[in-house]
């Protein structure tokens, strides 16, 4: 009776069974820190962007009459930087400069995330778009290493563009977008014919900012309502 009084309840001593599961929790413990430190979000590398060149890129290949901004009809051309406008231009001028487009660059860089979720929603003329190829192409301006994120819509309307798995740091890696400025467009054929007009697709005026301090991505909200008519 003293032997098994000592052994429940002296501090100092662990049986055999107790040793056994302290031993399984350590290493299911060092296993959850290996995998939240080597997979977790934290993890993905940041695509390398030049900050200083894509502002210079992104005059040359939108600011049409050389003013040194983007602004005015030539927002129109440039709808990744349109949509992006209340967080680029900081200084209020109704225009985005070299310098504005490279300290938005720095601002993603700051956030420290390689990929991030992205959650969209697609009306056309008030009902959900269902079966559309949604696709999430990059500013050219920011370089290679941004990549291309696609999907398809669901019944709802709803879409989580992601980067195809050979176009991931990882393969392994869960998907999302890239941070980054984006021309966004919609297709849908049906019997070989496309069915949504071109100013959502080929000329498309549609674009997005995958920022966390985007107003969409914040309330998770974000939403094209697309029209057939003009």
Not at 112 to 124: C, N, Q
Request: aromatic content about 6%.
């Amino acid at each position: 009776m003293f032997r098994t009084k000592m052994k429940t309840t002296c501090p100092g001593r662990v049986t055999a069974r107790e040793r056994t599961v302290l031993q399984r929790s350590l290493v299911v413990g060092v296993a959850i820190i290996f995998v939240g430190c080597n997979f977790g979000p934290s993890a993905v590398r940041q695509p390398a962007i030049d900050a200083s060149r894509a502002g210079k890129e992104a005059l040359a290949l939108y600011d049409s009459n050389h003013d040194g901004v983007i602004s005015g009809d030539e927002l129109e051309h440039a709808p990744a930087i349109k949509a992006a406008l209340p967080r680029l231009d900081t200084n209020g001028d109704g225009g985005v400069s070299a310098d504005e487009v490279a300290a938005r660059v720095k601002a993603w860089k700051a956030m420290e995330s390689g990929m991030t979720s992205v959650r969209m929603h697609f009306t056309l003329d008030g009902q959900p778009l269902v079966g559309a190829k949604v696709t999430l192409e990059p500013e050219p301006f920011l370089g290679t290493e941004i990549k291309v994120a696609t999907g398809t819509t669901t019944q709802f309307g709803d879409v989580s563009p992601t980067i195809a798995k050979e176009d991931r740091p990882a393969p392994n890696l869960p998907g999302g977008a890239n941070f980054g400025l984006y021309k966004v467009r919609v297709s849908k054929a049906v019997n070989g014919k496309e069915t949504i007009p071109a100013r959502y697709n080929i000329e498309t005026t549609l674009g997005q900012e995958v920022s966390y301090d985007d107003p969409g991505m914040k309330s998770n909200n974000i939403t094209f309502a697309l029209k057939q008519g003009g």
